[in-house]
Each structure stands twice: as structure tokens, then as C-alpha cells.
């Protein structure tokens, strides 16, 4: 178990790396004068020689270079401009609301996702079949900042069941008291029946609007992988030593399926945390997201760069669960 | 070539959504090629007096906030969308088919690297990696083309990789070799060709996904910058109307882009069922 945990710890390290010195890159070997940018669009070239000395800019790129790990490791991002703030600070009080969506938006998937393709492997060529391969094609195709607008059109002006698609909570409503930052689960927690039925009338467009996005990847290789399985000679076997089906489709073939279901979570992560941005955008959700796009309207770039980085460091944090979960779950891979 | 167009054939009349896509593909393409000459209005033109109307026969899909004709503006904003798109789809060719050919043909230090490469670019979250590209380069359109070529690359040296490794020691690659050809002959004169097919259905399926990223950075403001038509900005221009209740602003050209993604995506599975019988689902 342990030596499974560290053996999949070690082949993140490369990756770390790859993405600090991508990131670095971003930032120093790019045309144009990084400190020109960091200074903002109306400072004058004292400012700018200013910011070039602060940021450490006269110096090599190696010597940047190692700065700018010393600076990582100490938890260092950089200011943003417009609000004086460090950017480590801003992106920390902002990821609450993000995780929230985010993960609020996988489960939604996962469950939607998951016993549909089981179906329609198992009721192959039904019109569930049909439905499944509609939702997965129509899926992947509809640009997730539209479909969040449609549903607000629909849903909030047409038929004036959703609530106003700004922020995290009615303005007349108070957040719960801080404790994990989930809206939802801090409500649960204080017993504030009001506020979390308001947060989760807030979170519903804007999670399905990512959920319809991302789940068509999930759909999709359950079902190929269920049919690969289904058609195998030890599901024949225990269709023949007359197993019920019931127990033939959850304990043989559904186990054995979800094992590339897991591999493709990465695919979907991938998908939700750029989704993220775009649906954050529409519903004004004061997410990391939101940020990081305000942020690139007022060319503030230190508060960019650091999104770039903290999104990349989490997309390889899930990438290591999933592997981590995926060992768990399929015995033969701890052999190795 | 004759059995190929008896399997187009089978394959189309096997499944007509495929027919579909294609149709919707020339029309798709007429629009980007006639676009700007066929147009009823001009995509700059404002006119305050017809602000804000909803779509009727003078203006089919309506006009937005400063009178624009909305249908003029998604029609000529085709040949933009389309040409970003495959401008970024050519370049992540050319970076991941040279790349990825080598990198399975020599193996060594080249497929490392080039591996390597790939990995990182994987590491990141796609969408985010190509916001941190156009935020760093420029907020110009053909960085919007780098961006999402650089963010294709990895899928296109991964494929590239497998396909020239399993071809490196064939029959036909040892022939050329053996009559005389270099290194980078046999690479690029042989290899290469054959792997073709493959990379064009590659292609098709990373189109859709090649529009929906350009879309999505110019809808947070990356890239595109209004008062030019492209579908991503206007949709961004929309969303303020939709909570007053004016959707055709954003409809229609979102309605569009969906449908340019979703004819890329059809035709992409098609191209794959013709070329490559086996991975049919």
C-alpha cells in the first residue's frame, strides 16, 4: 500500500518539473519585456526598470530560474495588481468555490454518466442505446459557456424557476459560517436549512452545464467497455453456470468495466477545470476561474500565471488519485 | 481505390449521419469561402434605430444592441472561426506527425524527448495551458492558433509515435532503406505517407475541439477582439441580453458553433469508419 503510494508519487515528480519550468517559460522567455507587463499598460519606463530590479529580471535566466523555485517553495506567486493582494492568498480564498462546483459537476456526470452507458451496453441497440450515443455525440459538441446560457435563458427568464445566474448566493442571503468553504456543506453543518437550499439552487445550472459537458467521454468508454466485457468468455461461463443477471452484469462485468472508466476520469478533470473557467465566467461564480479571466481583462499577469500553476499542480494531484484509486481497485496493477 | 469507394459508399449508406455531416461540411465550408459576398448587411454596420429586434424577415436572425445584423455577422464570421481552427489542427500536425514519426522511427534520446515533451504539455489542464499561452504571447489571433495548436500537439506525436514504430522494421521500410534512401528519406517519403490516413482522421476528430477552444478564448476576451465577427465574442456579447430576455444575440451564433463542432465530430467518426474498419464502436 505504501510503497503503491509513493512508486505513483515518484512519477509525478517529472511532471512537477515539466509544468514548473513551462510555467517559468510563461513567464521570462517570451517576446516582449515580462516587466513591462508586470508594471501594467500605463507605467513609465522608471516603473518598469523598477519592477524589472524587484522581479529579479536584470539577472540570467538561471539565476531567474532558481528564484523563481525558491519563490515556489516558499509559497511565493507574486502580487496582483489591481487588488495589492498576494496572488496565493487570492487563488486560496477563491478555491472553495470552484472545488465546489467542480466536484458538485463530476458527481452529477458520474451519476448520470456511469448507468447510462451500463444500459446501453446491456440494452444494446434499445432506444437507450440510441439516447446514450446522442448524449455523448451532442455532448462533447455543445460549447459549455453556451449551454450554461441557454439553461439560464430557460430556467431563469423563461420559466423563472432558477435563481438570478450571479454568484454563489442570493444577495439577501448570508453565506454559512466558514468551515471546509462548500457553501452546501458548511450549511449542512450549521443546520441552515435557508441558506442551503440557496446555495444549491445557486449551484444547479451552472454545475449541469458542466455535467453535460464532461459526461460524454464517461458514457462513452463505459459503454465500449461494458460491451468488451459483456461479449467475453467468463461473462458467457457465468451466463451458462446460471447466474442471475442481476449478478452477472454488477459483480462480473461492472467491475471488471469500470477499470477504464477510472483511466478516463483524467480525460474528464481535464475537461472540467477549462470548463470551470468559461462556466464561471457566465454564472459570475467568484471562483479561482472568474479570477484568473478578470485578471487577464485588466493584463494583471502575475495572477494568471499563478492560476496556470495551481490549476496544473491540482490536474496532476487528481491525476495521482485516480491512479492511486485505480491500484485500489484492480489488484492486478500492485503486482508490478 | 475502387474497393475504398464501394467501402465509402457501404459505410455512408450504413449510416446516413455521416451523408449528413458531410453535407453539412460544404455548407459549412461555402459559408467561410462566400461568406462575406453573399452576406445581406455589413458585419460593422450599426444602426440604432433597429437595435435589439428579434429575428424577422428584414434581419433573419435579429440584430443585437447596436443594430448589427446578427445573421450577416454569424455568416461571415465562419471563414474566421474555421480558418483559426484549421490553421491550429495544421500546425499540431506538423509539430506532432514530424516529431512523433522520428520519435518512433529512431527511439533513443529522440522519443524521450519528444515524449517527454508531450507528457508535460498532457500535465497541464488543456484549456488553462492555452489561456496561460495567449495571456503570455499576446493577445493576438494567431496566438489563439498557437495556443491550440501546441495544446493538439501531444495527441498527434502520441499517434505518429505508435504508428511509425510498429512500421520502422516493415517490409517496405526495409526495401527503401536498402535501396539507398537516408534516414530522413525513409522517414518522410515512406513513413510518413503511410501513416497519413491515420493522421487525417486525427485531424477531423481534433477540428471540433480545435473550434470549441477558440471559441471558449475568445469568449473570455483572449485573442478576438470585438467589433469583428467570430462566434465566440458574439455569444460573450449575448450573455449580457439573456437575463433581459433577448436571446437571439447569443443563440444563433452559439447555435452555429455547436452545429460546426458537432459536423466535425460526425464527420470525424465517419473518416474513421471509412479508413480504419477496426476501430469502429
Known sequence: ?336 | MLPLLRHTRYVLSENPVTGLAFGLFALFVLAALLGPAVAPYSPLQTDAASALKPPSAAHWFGTDQLGRDIFSRVLIATRLDLSIAFASVVLAFALGALSGVAAGYFGGWTDIVVGRLADTIMAFPLFVLAMGIVAALGNEVINIVIATGVINFPLYARVARAEANVRRDSGFVEAARLSGNGEARVLLGHILPNIMPIMMVQMSLTMGYAILNAAGLSFIGLGVRPPAPEWGIMVAEGANFIQSGEWWIALFPGATLMMAVFCFNLLGDGLRDIIDPRQRT
Open chain 1, 1 to 336: 500500500m505504501l510503497s503503491l503510494l509513493l512508486s505513483r508519487l515518484a512519477t509525478a515528480i517529472p511532471s512537477i518539473i515539466g509544468v514548473v519550468i513551462v510555467t517559468f517559460m510563461l513567464t521570462h522567455l517570451l517576446p516582449g519585456d515580462p516587466a513591462a507587463y508586470f508594471a501594467g499598460l500605463a507605467a513609465s519606463p522608471q516603473a518598469i526598470a523598477e519592477v524589472r530590479a524587484k522581479l529579479g529580471l536584470d539577472k540570467s535566466l538561471p539565476e531567474q530560474f532558481i528564484v523563481y523555485v525558491h519563490d515556489l517553495f516558499t509559497g511565493n506567486l507574486g502580487n496582483s495588481l489591481s487588488t495589492g493582494q498576494s496572488v496565493v492568498h487570492e487563488i486560496a480564498t477563491r478555491l472553495p468555490a470552484s472545488a465546489e462546483l467542480t466536484l458538485t459537476a463530476l458527481i452529477l456526470a458520474v451519476a448520470i454518466a456511469i448507468p447510462l452507458g451500463v444500459l446501453a451496453a446491456v440494452k444494446q441497440g434499445t432506444w437507450i442505446d440510441h439516447l446514450c450515443r446522442v448524449v455523448t455525440t451532442a455532448g462533447v459538441s455543445l460549447p459549455v459557456f453556451f449551454t450554461g446560457l441557454l439553461l439560464a435563458y430557460i430556467f431563469y427568464y423563461l420559466l423563472q424557476v432558477a435563481p438570478a445566474p450571479t454568484g454563489r448566493l442570493d444577495a439577501f442571503l448570508s453565506p454559512p459560517t466558514d468551515i471546509t468553504g462548500f457553501y452546501v456543506i458548511d450549511s449542512i453543518l450549521t443546520g441552515n436549512l435557508e441558506t442551503l437550499w440557496g446555495s444549491l439552487r445557486q449551484l444547479a445550472l451552472p454545475a449541469i452545464s458542466m455535467a453535460i459537458f464532461s459526461l460524454a467521454p464517461l458514457a462513452r468508454m463505459t459503454r465500449g467497455s461494458m460491451l468488451a466485457i459483456l461479449g467475453s468468455d467468463f461473462i458467457r461461463t457465468a451466463r451458462a453456470s446460471g447466474l442471475a443477471p442481476r449478478t452477472v452484469i454488477f459483480s462480473y462485468a461492472f467491475r471488471n468495466a469500470v477499470l477504464p472508466v477510472i483511466t478516463t476520469l483524467g480525460m474528464v478533470f481535464s475537461f472540467l477545470l477549462g470548463a470551470n473557467v468559461l462556466i464561471e465566467t457566465v454564472f459570475a461564480w467568484p471562483g479561482i476561474g472568474l479570477y484568473a479571466v478578470n485578471a487577464l481583462l485588466t493584463s494583471d499577469y502575475a495572477p494568471v500565471q499563478g492560476f496556470v500553476l495551481i490549476m496544473a499542480v491540482l490536474y496532476i494531484a487528481l491525476n495521482l488519485t485516480i491512479d492511486f484509486v485505480y491500484g485500489l481497485v484492480d489488484p492486478r496493477v500492485r503486482l508490478d
